[in-house]
Structure formats: C-alpha cells, structure tokens
C-alpha cells in the first residue's frame, strides 16, 4: 500500500520502539480463558490474566448471559440516558451498592469509562487533585482532563500527600488506587482517609484489582480496612475478578446522581449489552456463595511469591493475587517472556511507559482455577530460566 502523506514519521517511531525494546505486538488466544488456555496454537498455562476468580469461563457465567441475549437481545441499543437503561442495568446497579455498602451505584462501560468519568465530574479548573504517583493511566488520564492542578506525591508516601493537601483549593480530591495493578502492593486507606477528613477533602479509590478478592466478602480494600465512611467514591470493575466487561462507581444517592448528570465518558457512551449485566450478576452471587476463591487465588499466590524468592528472584511482598518478578531491562525482560513461554508458561512483560523507566518485570497473576501443580509447573520454568541464566554467567 502507497504510504500516505505525512506519516513517514510512523515508520521512524516503531523502529524507536523496537531498537529500544518497547514495541508490543498481539498474542491470540484461542480458548475461553482459563488456568490453561490456547495461545498461538498451543496449550499454556496462563499466568497473566487478571481472571482472578477463575469466572470468566464459568457455567453459571455463560448460562446468564445465554438466557439474556435469548429474553433482551445483544446490545442496549443507546446510551442510559436515551433508551439504553434497561431492567437489567438497574438491577446489577442495587446488587453492586449492596456489595459495596453504599446507597448507589452507576454502570459504566471500562475502569477507563469510570475513571475519567468520576474525576472530572468531581473536579475541574480551580481545584486539587493529589494522585499516587502509580496510579492506573486512566487516573492520570482523568487527572488530566479535569483541568484541575494536579500535586503527584511519591508512591505510597503520606507525608508528601499531606504536603500537597496543604495547598489552597475550591475543592480538594485524593485519588488512589487500592491494590496497584503492577505491584500488587495496597494503599495505605486508614491514613489517607484520616488525611482527607483533616484537610476536607474527596476520596476516590479504583478497587479495581481488589474487588472480589480483598475483604470479609469480597467487597475490596476498602471494606477490607473498614474505611467505608471515609471514601467519597469507590470505582470498581466487571472485567478482572468478576470474569466480565465494565465498571461501576458506588457512592451516595447525590454523588451517583451528579455523575449521571455530568459524567461525560456516561452519558456519551452506548449502555453496556445486558447478556454481560447478567452475568456480572451470576459473578456476584458466586462470590458471596463460594469464598474459597479468594482464599485459593491467595494462596496460590503465596506458593508462586514464596518459590520466586527461594529461586533468588526479586519479588515484593504484596499479599494479592499479583506477584511482581522485577528484572529491571525492557529487553531482558522481554527474553525472559519468551522463555517461559517456550516451557509452556505465559507470563507478560511489562515495560515502559507502564512501569517506570529501569523497573521492567514480569507480571505474574494467579487464579483459583490453577492447582498447586500448576504453580509448581511455573516454578520449574523458572527455575530452568535461572540456572540458564547463572551457566551463561559462569
């Protein structure tokens, strides 16, 4: 195909990316995902997946959303506000504000949809936003957009967010998220919400790794530190524990009709298909009836994080479902991917712009669908890398 006028610099920037590690490219998978999925036309253990739960792929899952496209069809058709709210939207909308232990709660479309959407309804020109530093793009994307100032404070450090709360402002919004979805690290929410009612100011926490794993019900992190009353708005997502697609705010009556009101990524954006509304509600139910899958995923965890660091791997103690192996090069990082999965074992590298320039890693996560054999398979890949790795040293 002839190249089209002013975009000989495309070709320039990806040979950027590649010289210096950075391009991705897609993998297939041909499967329903599982513990084990097909990948590029082979059996692989996944371990990658934020499939937490092991849902994605549930009969009660998919027997929902069958019985849902059979009774109201594949799309919504508009947005909320034209014709798109349907029974369904309602329905899983109580069951999340019941989960949450909120007064409400809204749909949204992605963690994206919601994260952009809640921060700029709450703040704009002339107002404060304090955000960790590792904090999910689609904050700093919302940050961004709100138009507001915006003070940056060192990961997890709550004497730079009290510095920053500091600072006059019409309004003030803490933004944070509460597992961090590359070091599966949690935030600090006892103190941030004590900081917040000093200095009068917005919680916002995206539960979106937590959901459905953290907590005495599965509620996240913020039922998990009993910090319910502290937070203005808790985001949570469909599509990683829940096994689904789309996102959710839960909130107070007002704040949910503020966002409904001035939400753009909201109002703007066709209603999610009710055959995913329904199975988002199956996913509900199974996680209040069988909590055993949030102790597996941990403990699987636990296993895969405990093995990695008697192999003499560098991985942060976390206590989620995510369990970082830092390397530190994109490129070695990257080798590293591809021989794992030549031992039949995907885990992604992360590199640049995700992760901080010189903390490239492999981003393991585990699922109450893997067995301990499946995790003792993952060891072994490793332990293989490694041993290559110290013979070529030597």
């Not at 996240?220 to 524990?241: F, I, P, S, Y």
């Not at 590293?336 to 393991?364: K, M, N, W, Y």
Request: glycine share 10%; proline share 4%; charged share 20%.
């Amino acid at each position: 195909m002839e190249r089209q006028p002013g975009t000989e610099w495309i070709a320039l920037e990806l040979a950027r990316r590649d010289a210096a590690g950075l391009r991705r490219d897609l993998r297939w998978v041909d499967s329903a995902q599982d513990g084990w999925v097909t990948l590029d036309g082979r059996s692989v253990l996944m371990l990658c997946s934020n499939n937490y739960l092991g849902l994605a792929n549930h009969p009660a899952l998919r027997e929902a959303a069958m019985v849902a496209a059979r009774d109201t069809g594949v799309g919504a058709g508009a947005s909320r506000l034209i014709s798109g709210s349907m029974r369904a939207h309602r329905e899983l909308e109580e069951r999340l504000a019941a989960f949450k232990g909120t007064e409400a709660a809204l749909l949204f479309n992605s963690g994206y949809h919601a994260n952009v959407g809640i921060i700029t309804a709450l703040v704009g020109a002339g107002d404060l936003i304090l955000s960790d530093e590792l904090n999910h793009a689609s904050i700093v994307d919302g940050c961004r957009l709100s138009r507001a100032r915006v003070h940056v404070y060192r990961h997890l450090d709550l004497d730079r967010l009290e510095d920053g709360l500091r600072r006059p402002a019409r309004r003030k919004l803490i933004v944070t998220d509460s597992v961090f979805s590359m070091d599966g690290d949690v935030a600090p929410l006892p103190e941030i919400c004590a900081l917040a009612q000093r200095y009068g100011a917005m919680v916002v926490v995206d539960e979106a790794h937590a959901t459905g794993v953290l907590g005495m019900t599965g509620a996240g992190a913020v039922e998990l530190h009993g910090v319910r009353d502290g937070v203005t708005v808790q985001m949570g997502t469909l599509g990683k524990a829940l096994g689904c697609f789309g996102a959710f705010a839960a909130g107070s009556r007002q704040i949910v009709d503020l966002l409904i009101n001035t939400a753009r990524s909201f109002i703007y954006t066709t209603a999610l298909p009710p055959s995913i509304v329904a199975a988002a509600g199956a996913a509900l139910t199974l996680i209040a009836t069988e909590p055993e899958r949030r102790a597996r995923t941990l403990a699987r965890a636990q296993r895969l994080a405990a093995g990695l660091r008697r192999l003499g791997y560098s991985v942060p103690a976390g206590g989620t479902p995510i369990v970082p192996v830092l390397l530190g090069g994109a490129a070695e990082t990257m080798a590293h991917c591809a021989e794992l999965l030549a031992g039949d074992v995907f885990v992604q590298g992360i590199r640049p712009p995700t992760v901080p320039p010189g903390t490239s890693r492999l981003r393991a996560t585990t699922m109450a669908t893997h067995t301990p054999a499946d995790i003792d398979h993952a060891l072994e890949a490793f332990s293989r890398l490694q041993a290559g790795k110290q013979a070529a040293l030597a």
